[in-house]
């Protein structure tokens, strides 16, 4: 018998082939710690830019977070500012002065008591370029302005300030740029509808009563008491003229503690101030009244509990004691 030597297949090989073929093949995958070496030097690389990248990422964050306590500490000083302030007795504080600047001290209170808000805000919270913290606008819903009228209306503060931040990386300030943040809050306190007061100026001759007219829009439902008191303006008074004829009228001061009631239900009265005859030929004169009204159901675009006060002027016409021109 013939032996039959087996021929291979195309495409495939020996055994003894793919023996020799074979360590080749992991031969190919040895250089792994080549390769592993040059990783590690690529995160040697890159560590200082990952750890700017987070120091980035805590200075955007921390810088964010500063302006939302800045909005949150102005929304506390806003309510604090609005409901304080208003408890001055009548005629302590005519034109709300002392008021606004009880606003201003109780709104820096508030600010200067938020110990993150001081940590975040390198210099602290400071005034935006106005005059303070806290900024009042009074609105009158009858379009009435407050120096002549009395409207029911709303009464806005705002209190704004600037806030300085870098972010509050402690370690390293003044590595990353700082941000100014702006801390806005506003409250509105709005008051209700109710009887609205007017003192409308007076005029008369030397000689008769000078009549200051209060009226109400509509009737109150409680009286409403108004004591009032003159002021020189050109016109010179008991108070002040240095002999009996010099004077225009007679004074009232207010510690006379003169009033005129309106009573529930009406919606009128009169205040009177007699003047003077001078026989000098002097022009027309000025003198000022002011007034305070107290009432519960009384209402002003800025009230206060104890009462509304303004200023309202008197004309005293001075023709009789001119001489008469010569005709032409």
């Given at each position: 018998?013939?032996?039959?030597?087996?021929?291979?297949?195309?495409?495939?090989?020996?055994?003894?082939?793919?023996?020799?073929?074979?360590?080749?093949?992991?031969?190919?995958?040895?250089?792994?710690?080549?390769?592993?070496?040059?990783?590690?030097?690529?995160?040697?690389?890159?560590?200082?830019?990952?750890?700017?990248?987070?120091?980035?990422?805590?200075?955007?964050?921390?810088?964010?977070?500063?302006?939302?306590?800045?909005?949150?500490?102005?929304?506390?000083?806003?309510?604090?500012?609005?409901?304080?302030?208003?408890?001055?007795?009548?005629?302590?504080?005519?034109?709300?002065?002392?008021?606004?600047?009880?606003?201003?001290?109780?709104?820096?209170?508030?600010?200067?008591?938020?110990?993150?808000?001081?940590?975040?805000?390198?210099?602290?919270?400071?005034?935006?370029?106005?005059?303070?913290f806290v900024t009042e606008t009074g609105l009158s819903f009858a379009g009435a302005p407050a120096a002549t009228g009395f409207a029911h209306g709303a009464r806005v503060i705002e209190v704004h300030f600037d806030c300085e931040t870098d972010g509050a990386v402690a370690p390293l300030r003044g590595l990353f740029p700082t941000l100014t943040m702006h801390?806005?809050?506003?409250?509105?306190?709005?008051?209700?509808?109710?009887?609205?007061?007017?003192?409308?100026?007076?005029?008369?001759?030397?000689?008769?009563?000078?009549?200051?007219?209060?009226?109400?829009?509509?009737?109150?439902?409680?009286?409403?008491?108004?004591?009032?008191?003159?002021?020189?303006?050109?016109?010179?008074?008991?108070?002040?003229?240095?002999?009996?004829?010099?004077?225009?009228?007679?004074?009232?001061?207010?510690?006379?503690?003169?009033?005129?009631?309106?009573?529930?239900?009406?919606?009128?009265?009169?205040?009177?101030?007699?003047?003077?005859?001078?026989?000098?030929?002097?022009?027309?004169?000025?003198?000022?009244?002011?007034?305070?009204?107290?009432?519960?159901?009384?209402?002003?675009?800025?009230?206060?509990?104890?009462?509304?006060?303004?200023?309202?002027?008197?004309?005293?016409?001075?023709?009789?004691?001119?001489?008469?021109?010569?005709?032409?």
């Amino acid at each position: 018998m013939h032996s039959t030597t087996p021929v291979p297949r195309p495409g495939t090989a020996p055994a003894d082939r793919r023996a020799v073929e074979q360590p080749q093949t992991r031969r190919s995958s040895r250089p792994f710690d080549e390769s592993g070496a040059t990783s590690s030097l690529e995160l040697l690389a890159l560590t200082p830019l990952l750890a700017l990248l987070v120091l980035f990422v805590l200075w955007a964050g921390n810088s964010a977070r500063a302006g939302l306590v800045a909005d949150l500490a102005a929304e506390e000083a806003a309510v604090a500012a609005a409901l304080c302030c208003d408890d001055a007795a009548p005629g302590a504080d005519p034109d709300g002065s002392a008021a606004a600047l009880r606003r201003e001290y109780m709104a820096e209170a508030v600010l200067g008591s938020r110990p993150r808000l001081n940590d975040l805000c390198l210099a602290g919270p400071q005034p935006d370029g106005s005059a303070g913290f806290v900024t009042e606008t009074g609105l009158s819903f009858a379009g009435a302005p407050a120096a002549t009228g009395f409207a029911h209306g709303a009464r806005v503060i705002e209190v704004h300030f600037d806030c300085e931040t870098d972010g509050a990386v402690a370690p390293l300030r003044g590595l990353f740029p700082t941000l100014t943040m702006h801390g806005r809050a506003t409250e509105v306190t709005v008051f209700a509808d109710g009887p609205q007061l007017a003192v409308t100026p007076a005029t008369a001759s030397e000689g008769d009563e000078l009549a200051f007219v209060a009226a109400l829009n509509e009737p109150a439902a409680d009286s409403i008491v108004l004591a009032y008191s003159t002021q020189d303006r050109t016109a010179t008074s008991t108070t002040a003229a240095p002999m009996p004829g010099e004077l225009d009228f007679d004074a009232v001061p207010e510690s006379l503690g003169l009033t005129a009631t309106i009573p529930a239900g009406d919606i009128a009265t009169q205040m009177l101030v007699a003047t003077h005859d001078d026989n000098v030929c002097e022009g027309d004169e000025t003198l000022a009244l002011i007034v305070t009204a107290t009432g519960s159901t009384l209402t002003a675009a800025s009230p206060s509990p104890h009462g509304v006060r303004f200023t309202t002027t008197a004309t005293i016409t001075d023709q009789a004691d001119c001489p008469t021109p010569p005709s032409p």
